[in-house]
C-alpha cells in the first residue's frame, strides 16, 4: 500500500482558498436563486389583489420563508468554511471573506416589490414610503429567524443524524463514544430551544433584555410578580423542565465530588 506525505501548509492553504471560493460561487447562486423565487412568488399575485386579500399575505410569508431559509442554509455553508481547517495560522493567512450577496438579499426583495407597493398591493398609495419600510423590517426579521435556526434546529438535527449514523458504523468503544456525544448534544439543545419557547409561551414578562431575567426567575419559582400568565399549563411543563435540569446538574456535581474524594483517598 503506497505511503502518502502528509500535506504541507502551502496545500491545506491552497485547499482553503479553494473552499472560500466555491463558497463564494455558492452563496452567489443561492442569493439568485432566492431572488429569483421571490420575483416568481409576486409574478403569481393576481392583478386585483391588495393588502386585504390572501395572496398578497401567502406571498409575503413566502417571500419570508424563502429569505430565512436561504439565510440559514449560507450560515451553515459559511460555518463549515470558517471552521476547516482548524489551524489559526491557517486562517489568519487566509481569513474567512464571504456574504457579500446575503445580506443585500432582504432590501433586493423589497425593490423587486416595489412596482407591486406602487400599485397600491402591499397598502395605500399615500404612504409608499412606510409600505416599504414596513416589507423590508418582514424581511430582515425573516433573515434573522434563519439565523436562529441554525444553533436551534439545524444544528440538533445535524447532530442527531450524525449521532445515529456514528453509532451504527460504530467500530470501536470511541466510536460509540463519539456518537453518544452527539447524541447528547442534539438532545441538549433541542431541550432547551423546548424550555425557551415553552416559558415564553406559557408567560409575559412585558419586557425584554437583562430586564426580563429576573421575571424569568420568578415565573419558575411560581412567585407570581413582575409577569402575566399565558398558559398555567405550559408555564408548569417549563418548570417541569427547568427542575428536572436543576436536579441532574446537581446529581452530576455530586457524583463528580465523590468520584474525586474516593480516588484522593485511594492515592
Known amino acids: 500500500m ?24 455558492t452563496e452567489a447562486l443561492v442569493a439568485a436563486l432566492t431572488l429569483a423565487l421571490v420575483l416568481a412568488t409576486l409574478l403569481a399575485l393576481p392583478p386585483d389583489a391588495d393588502q386585504h386579500t390572501d395572496e398578497v399575505t401567502g406571498a409575503i410569508t413566502a417571500i419570508m420563508v424563502l429569505i430565512g431559509l436561504q439565510w440559514a442554509l449560507t450560515l451553515r455553508l459559511g460555518w463549515r468554511v ?43 398609495k399615500e404612504s409608499i414610503a412606510m409600505d416599504l419600510w414596513l416589507l423590508f423590517l418582514l424581511f430582515l426579521m425573516a433573515a434573522g429567524l434563519g439565523l436562529l435556526a441554525v444553533p436551534t434546529v439545524l444544528a440538533p438535527i445535524e447532530m442527531l443524524l450524525r449521532g445515529v449514523a456514528t453509532l451504527v458504523a460504530a467500530r470501536s468503544a470511541a466510536d460509540r463514544r463519539e456518537g453518544t456525544g452527539y447524541l447528547w448534544g442534539a438532545f441538549g439543545i433541542g431541550a432547551l430551544t423546548t424550555f425557551v419557547l415553552v416559558v415564553g409561551a406559557g408567560a409575559n414578562f412585558g419586557t425584554s433584555g437583562r430586564a426580563a431575567w429576573g421575571s424569568v426567575v420568578l415565573a419558575l419559582l411560581g412567585v407570581p410578580l413582575g409577569y402575566d400568565v399565558r398558559s398555567p399549563v ?33 492515592s
Open 82 to 124: 470558517y471552521d476547516q481547517p482548524a489551524s489559526r495560522a491557517l486562517r489568519r493567512k487566509a481569513p474567512f471573506r464571504g456574504w457579500w450577496f446575503t445580506p443585500s438579499t432582504p432590501l433586493l426583495a423589497v425593490v423587486l416589490a416595489l412596482p407591486w407597493a406602487l400599485d397600491g398591493t402591499f397598502g395605500t
Open 2 to 25: 503506497p505511503i502518502t506525505d502528509p500535506p504541507t501548509e502551502a496545500d491545506l492553504l491552497r485547499a482553503r482558498l479553494r473552499t472560500q471560493r466555491r463558497f463564494r460561487r
Open 234 to 266: 405550559l408555564l408548569w411543563v417549563g418548570r417541569v423542565m427547568f427542575y428536572a435540569a436543576l436536579t441532574y446538574v446537581v446529581v452530576a456535581v455530586v457524583r463528580r465530588r465523590r468520584a474525586s474524594r474516593k480516588t484522593t483517598a485511594e
